[in-house]
Nanobody, 123 residues
Framework: DVQLVESGGGSVQAGGSLTLSCVAS????????MGWWRQAPGKEREGVAA???????NYADSVKGRFTLSKDNRKNTLYMRMNNLKPGDTAMYYC??????????????????WGQGTQVTVS
């Protein structure tokens, strides 16, 4: 079975930084699309950033220049470095993955896998 396990969330002050991690098991991270979504209270889930199997990346306009993706294929892990965090970044962050996903769609498909989420709070 495919599993995605996120970590790295926490509480920081505005202007601070965090690095989220998503470890994939059940398939090779190098061959699939992996990305991040977030959902704030009372809001819809939105795509944040994604990297396709070919290395193509996509970032939401709201995080461009502040968030950076990287992937360690040996560790089957996706990272997202978040700098200059703002209160508006407060949300539950979810890792998403699908072999057929695209970075433009933040890896979302009708069958993509989701992690359990990690909370980011910026005050």
């Amino acid at each position: 079975d495919v599993q995605l396990v996120e970590s790295g969330g926490g509480s920081v002050q505005a202007g601070g930084s965090l690095t989220l991690s998503c470890v994939a098991s059940g398939y090779a991270a190098s061959s699939v699309c992996m990305g991040w979504w977030r959902q704030a209270p009372g809001k819809e889930r939105e795509g944040v950033a994604a990297i396709a199997a070919d290395g193509t990346t996509n970032y939401a306009d709201s995080v461009k220049g502040r968030f950076t993706l990287s992937k360690d294929n040996r560790k089957n892990t996706l990272y997202m470095r978040m700098n200059n965090l703002k209160p508006g970044d407060t949300a539950m962050y979810y890792c998403a993955s699908d072999p057929n996903g695209s970075s433009g769609g933040f890896c979302a498909t009708p069958f993509n896998y989701w992690g359990q989420g990690t909370q980011v709070t910026v005050s």
